[in-house]
């Protein structure tokens, strides 16, 4: 993960969520996939993600299925009617954020 994991947290979780609204995946494709569709600007190592996915899946918002693949089993993740409704509070929380943070950063108008 990027530098401030405290100012980050709940990041890694918005991010799991959007990437498997769009198809299921396996572990390992999660984490290249955040790393990609960020530009690699957030790459979450494992240790952050499988931990996630284990809790996610407990709390109901993932469905986890072990499927063989090249001899080994992969455990793939889709999300669950509560997981869209969790990833939608969170996208809502996150703009709300992302909004606030823009004002102060534009910082005062100024009249001309």
């Given at each position: 993960m990027t530098a401030n994991p405290s100012f980050m947290s709940g990041v890694p979780e918005l991010l799991v969520l959007r990437l498997l609204q769009d198809r299921e995946m396996y572990g390992y494709e999660i984490v290249a996939a955040v790393a990609a569709a960020t530009g690699q600007v957030v790459a979450p190592k494992?240790?952050?993600?499988?931990?996630?996915?284990?809790?996610?899946?407990?709390?109901?918002?993932?469905?986890?299925?072990?499927?063989?693949?090249?001899?080994?089993?992969?455990?793939?993740?889709?999300?669950?009617s509560k997981g869209v409704r969790r990833l939608f509070d969170l996208t809502d929380d996150w703009t709300r954020m992302t909004r606030a943070i823009q004002?102060?950063?534009?910082?005062?108008a100024h009249a001309v």
């Open positions: 494992e240790g952050v993600i499988y931990p996630l996915l284990h809790d996610l899946e407990k709390e109901g918002l993932l469905r986890a299925q072990r499927r063989p693949a090249g001899g080994r089993t992969r455990v793939y993740y889709t999300l669950t004002h102060v950063l534009k910082g005062p």
